[in-house]
């Protein structure tokens, strides 16, 4: 199905409960999202076939200016998560650990109340059998990587870059852990990536970087806008241990594949000057005016810091950094400046369906 088709089927789902009589061009999207139980934020959930669950948080009406452009940040989410887990909220007895270690809800309405510049579209990216990995492998556990999977990627960033072209849409790639197999899928589905990326992240999830796949194409994009930015955070999980026992070799995790995406970012990217910073626990390269950042957490004690790299502002730090908000109010990696935004409990909105269309599955 292409992009224009999927972008009717989506208004027309959503008609059911907004009633419309404007075309697909000229419809204007975000009136006809559902309204949240939290903050006003508007609201979508639906599953992308096959098996791409998505889930659109907006700003509420009141916050929402068609005047300013929209950030529209694209989560792909952690290995075993579920959108619920992601979005977060306050904690109760019996609750699932995950529902406290990433709060991308509350971080997000964070900063939405930290700058008015853009309206900022948080997007859950969630694959059926919540990883990317598998779920580009058409649902196997190991395999080639599915070339149709790869470019149902780019087709559905495109989409929603069509649903939300009424206003001045740009697009940043955000991931922690497995969700950044969603972004390299991206990048293997274009031949450079474009322009209406303004900003890539991957926290704690480059484990399937190669300078030769996608070296070259990075540092293009890179090139091309000093405006384009890159964050890149991790810590030493090759000297993590669990039960006792480390359980990333020394070139599996993302240490190593962080550290080799630094140096060819450094060998090949055009006016990049680098500062260091390093202390006992951290080490952090910033460029391009602190657009481009390589955080890397070192682990004498030997811990596993995967999760709170998100949770202590990681995700907040991803879209600031760069900006004059820029570690402004929080520190990256310091305590939590987003509890007041938690919710108190988890809203399951209802699920849209796309209308079939004939000859099309």
Not at 173 to 187: A, P, V
Request: proline share 4%.
């Amino acid at each position: 199905m292409n992009i224009r088709k999927r972008c009717i089927a989506l208004i027309v789902s959503l008609s059911s409960f907004f009633p419309i009589s404007t075309s697909a061009q000229d419809t204007d999207f975000y009136p006809m999202l559902e309204q949240s139980a939290y903050y006003g934020e508007k609201i979508a959930t639906f599953v992308y076939e096959p098996g791409m669950k998505v889930h659109i948080n907006a700003p509420s009406e009141d916050k929402f200016n068609r005047t300013k452009p929209t950030k529209i940040v694209f989560f792909a989410l952690p290995n075993g998560n579920t959108t619920l887990h992601t979005i977060g909220k306050r904690s109760s007895e019996g609750d699932d650990y995950r529902f406290d270690i990433q709060h991308i809800g509350a971080q997000t309405r964070y900063l939405r109340n930290k700058t008015d510049d853009y309206n900022l579209v948080t997007i859950y990216m969630e694959a059926d059998g919540r990883s990317w990995a598998n779920w580009r492998r058409g649902g196997r556990g190991s395999g080639e990587m599915l070339p149709e999977r790869t470019a149902l990627i780019k087709e559905f960033v495109e989409y929603i870059l069509e649903l939300f072209g009424n206003y001045n849409p740009h697009i940043e790639l955000n991931s922690h852990s497995g969700g950044g197999n969603f972004i390299f899928g991206f990048i293997d589905s274009v031949d450079e990536i474009p322009d209406y990326v303004t900003k890539i992240t991957f926290i704690d999830s480059d484990y399937a970087w190669t300078d030769e796949q996608y070296g070259d194409k990075l540092v293009n994009w890179l090139n091309k806008s000093p405006d384009h930015g890159l964050f890149v955070a991790c810590y030493d999980d090759a000297n993590a241990l669990l039960d006792g026992k480390h359980f990333v070799s020394k070139k599996g995790g993302t240490w190593y594949r962080s550290n080799m995406m630094r140096k060819y970012v450094k060998r090949h990217a055009t006016g990049l000057n680098w500062t260091k910073h390093e202390d006992d626990s951290i080490r952090h390269y910033t460029a391009r005016d602190r657009k481009v950042q390589f955080f890397f957490r070192k682990n004498p004690e030997q811990k596993i810091y995967h999760t709170i790299l998100v949770e202590k502002n990681g995700f907040i730090h991803s879209v600031l950094m760069g900006t004059e908000n820029d570690e402004n109010g929080y520190k990256f990696f310091g305590s939590r400046v987003y509890n007041e935004y938690r919710q108190d409990s988890v809203e399951t909105p209802h699920v849209l369906t796309f209308p079939p269309f004939k000859g099309e599955k």
